[in-house]
C-alpha cells in the first residue's frame, strides 16, 4: 500500500520560511517525478514546484520562484520544500504528488496525493 505523508505545516509569520516534508512508502521514490501542489480556498489546485527523477531537473510557477526550493533524498524517500520570504498569498493546502510530469508541473499523470499540511502566513 503506497502512503505519501506530508509534515512541517504551521502557522508564521510574513517574511518567515518553513520547510516541508514529504515521505513517500510504498513506492520505489527514485522512480517518480515529484512535486508540491498547493490549494487555496475557493481557488484551484497549483503546481509550484517539480522535481526530476534524480533532482537535477526542477520546475517553478511564477509565484514562488526565487523564494521556493524544491529538493529529493532519493536514499530516504523523501521530498521537500524550502519555503522563504512567505506572504499571506503563500496561505494554503500544501500538497506531495507522485508521478507527475515534472516539465509539465501540473496535476497530469500525479498518480500518488498525500492529505496535504496548512501553511497559513499571518500579515
Known amino acids: 500500500q503506497v502512503q505519501v505523508i506530508e509534515s512541517g505545516g504551521a502557522l508564521v509569520q510574513t517574511g518567515g520560511s518553513l520547510r516541508l516534508s514529504c515521505t513517500t512508502f510504498g513506492l520505489t521514490f527514485g522512480d517518480y517525478e515529484m512535486a508540491w501542489f498547493r490549494q487555496a480556498p475557493g481557488k484551484e489546485r497549483e503546481g509550484i514546484a517539480c522535481i526530476s527523477f534524480s533532482g537535477r531537473g526542477t520546475y517553478y510557477a511564477d509565484s514562488v520562484k526565487g523564494r521556493f526550493t524544491i529538493s529529493r533524498d532519493n536514499a530516504n524517500s523523501t521530498l521537500y520544500l524550502q519555503m522563504n520570504s512567505l506572504t499571506p498569498d503563500d496561505t494554503a493546502l500544501y500538497l506531495c504528488?507522485?508521478?507527475?510530469?515534472?516539465?509539465?508541473?501540473?496535476?497530469?499523470?500525479?498518480?500518488?496525493w498525500g492529505q496535504g499540511t496548512q501553511v497559513t502566513v499571518s500579515s
Open positions: 504528488a507522485a508521478g507527475v510530469i515534472a516539465a509539465r508541473c501540473s496535476t497530469t499523470g500525479a498518480r500518488y
